[in-house]
């Protein structure tokens, strides 16, 4: 792809995490990747790799496409994810 790019979004529960992939999902917006982790994963994450992520649900996104494309994608995701 011409470009690639990434967002990560933390949730305060694990059903608004689901509930945001569902509606991406459902108005279609291109999404190359997503992987969800549990408050338990980030933790176990944190532990294993000394990394400082929120112990939070919390969706991993990529986004594959042209400049323009991948801008929109993860604008339309974010403001999806703000609702």
Do not use: W
């Not at 933390?10 to 945001?20: C, K, N, P, Y």
């Not at 569902?22 to 408050?39: F, K, T």
């Amino acid at each position: 792809p011409e470009s690639i790019a990434s967002a990560v979004c933390e949730f305060q529960t694990l059903h608004g995490a689901v509930d945001a992939t569902i509606a991406i999902i459902q108005c279609g917006i291109p999404v190359a990747r997503v992987e969800l982790l549990d408050a338990a994963t980030c933790a176990a994450v944190n532990k294993y790799s000394k990394m400082d992520l929120a112990v939070t649900p919390t969706l991993f996104f990529e986004f594959h496409g042209s400049e323009a494309g991948v801008q929109e994608q993860s604008r339309q995701v974010g403001d999806l994810v703000a609702e």
